[in-house]
């Protein structure tokens, strides 16, 4: 095994209150596109004549809200049945082994829940979590995914609110305080799938006061220097080394 991964191997072994942040590249690996679809920008400005961070934008819904769900069906889910990857699948096993304080996420698959994570921090909220504005009754992906047209309550037949926060929304402050706290508290904090500069991490980075920062991601970016241990490739192959005990 590669020597930067044995040490981090050893360091996740004997350690624990481990505290991740779950990246962009976790979620690529199994294929699905994410909110922004920020690498098929050129094909959706093409395909819907408009940008993606214009049409996740809370003005776009309130104005265009057939071209929005149009994207959400077509290009936020993408893919059916999504299985969670094997990083999914070494958090829980950190979890299992009682070591997981948390997961901080800005994705919105639930996927380290469907691996058997319940410790999630979803800044951003999920596509399992479309409601009602006026019943406030909750409606996953998949009646989003089989609505004929625009999603509506089946009990009030009012249009859904997405359950994922939209460009020019507060991000729920609550969320971030406790995610802040989390990593006060690390004992080791765990990046996978981002840069440390990331809009994730760069942050949440601040809170954290101890020397024992692993980041695992599949290419080196500026200011990746701040993590103490540090090694890149694919993430399955590599974290699967790791979590290997
Ligand atoms: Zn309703």
Avoid: W
Avoid at 37 to 60: C, M, P, R, T
């Amino acid at each position: 095994m590669d020597q930067n991964l044995e040490t981090i191997k050893n360091i996740i072994r004997g350690g624990g209150n481990i505290v991740v942040l779950s990246g962009i590249e976790v979620m690529r690996e199994t294929g699905l596109n994410g909110v922004n679809a920020e690498h098929i920008a050129y094909d959706i400005e093409q395909k819907y004549g408009y940008s993606n961070d214009e049409i996740v934008s809370s003005l776009f819904f309130s104005r265009r809200v057939d071209v929005f769900y149009k994207y959400y069906k077509e290009i936020i889910l993408n893919k059916e049945d999504v299985r969670p990857s094997l990083v999914h699948e070494g958090v829980a096993k950190l979890q299992r082994y009682g070591k997981l304080d948390a997961v901080i996420t800005r994705m919105v698959y639930c996927l380290h829940q469907k691996a058997g994570c319940d410790k999630v921090i979803e800044l951003h909220g999920s596509v399992e979590g479309n409601r009602c504005p006026v019943c406030g009754k909750i409606f996953g992906s998949d009646y989003i995914r089989y609505a004929k047209d625009t999603p509506k309550c089946d009990i009030c037949n009012v249009i859904l609110r997405p359950g994922f926060s939209l460009i020019g929304e507060m991000i729920d402050n609550g969320k971030i305080t406790q995610a802040g706290c989390a990593v006060e508290r690390a004992g080791i904090l765990l990046i996978l799938g981002a840069p440390v500069n990331s809009p994730l991490c760069r942050y949440m980075v601040n809170y954290y006061h101890g020397n024992r920062m692993i980041l695992l991601n599949c290419h080196e970016s500026v200011g990746d220097d701040r993590a103490n241990y540090r090694a890149y490739g694919n993430l399955s192959e590599m974290f699967s080394q790791v979590m290997d005990f």
